[in-house]
């Protein structure tokens, strides 16, 4: 089976089918991690460009990471040292790269849409990196991934997503991938940061903490997005903090074998206490590991490969 896209935008455009591809062949790439040489021949020959518009340290090193493993060439371009400083528009960067070659270019960009404008120009694949406050699919294929490898399965958990949903590109890809594989999800956060309209789309909605983590099977905290706050979507840092920020003494309210998410980076003591950060319930070191392989997966699925020759792929 193959990625029916020449793209990965969005987890709302995959179907099931799609989404255990990708969760399957990442599974295969783990094991890379785990050997004294850590790189196959897979794409050996392949350019990925990596287009990143927004600052970014463990997305962009991930992807980094994930192509030089498959062996392919990788070029790093961000937005300050780009010609779009020149004027030049963000589709005639893209255009010129793939001139050059590039098979794949990896996009983040604060503009919700910008990797899927690209993706109808391009002939080349484009992957979605984080696009405003709209989609990171592979953000969300990792943290399915560390449930799944941590939980043994999807169907029938119920994730609680806490904190800053308005802005959270994250809470979203999480909420389609979650709810198509089974999962019950929770959104919590100040009535300010949870638009209400998400219900339509299969999540319970919280505006108090305590409700939304009884017994739950996972909790994931978000990014309070201080750089997107001009609005005065809360009073303070301490009134949010206390509200809102996951505590030891509140997380016992979800089950004892909950797993503690974040997608980084965290603003320790704001969205998580620094013990419930790196307690034994945190799994956020893991979600960052299994990042790579899901993003190998991706580049390997887009430039071709097939599920029936991942193994192959992963064992060259």
Known sequence: ???????????????????????????????????????????????????????????????????????????????????????????????????????????????????????????????????????????????????LERKGRLEGLTVAIVGDVRHSRVARSNLWGLTKLGATVRLAGPPTMVPPELKDFGAEIHYTLDPALEGADVVMALRLQLERQGAGFFPSLREYSRLWGLTRERLQRAKPDVLVMHPGPVNRGVELAPDVADGLCSVILGQVANGIAVRMAALYLLTGGKSDSVTMAANQ
Request: hydrophobic fraction near 40%; aromatic fraction near 2%.
């Open 1 to 147: 089976m193959n990625l029916k896209h020449k793209d990965l935008l969005a987890i709302r455009d995959l179907d099931v089918d799609e989404l255990r591809l990708l969760l399957d062949t990442a599974e295969s790439f783990k094991e890379v991690a785990g050997r004294e040489i850590k790189k196959v021949p897979t794409l050996r020959g392949r350019t990925v460009v990596n287009l990143f518009f927004e600052p970014s340290t463990r997305t962009r090193s991930s992807f980094e990471l994930a192509a030089k493993r498959l062996s392919a060439d990788v070029i790093n371009v961000s937005a300050s040292s780009s010609s779009v400083v020149k004027g030049e528009t963000l589709l005639d960067t893209a255009k010129n790269l793939e001139a050059m070659g590039a098979d794949v270019i990896v996009v983040r960009h604060g503009e919700a849409g910008a990797p899927a404008l690209l993706g109808r120009h391009l002939r080349c694949s484009v992957i979605n990196a984080g696009d405003g406050a709209h989609e990171h699919p592979t953000q969300a294929i990792l943290d399915l991934s560390t449930i």
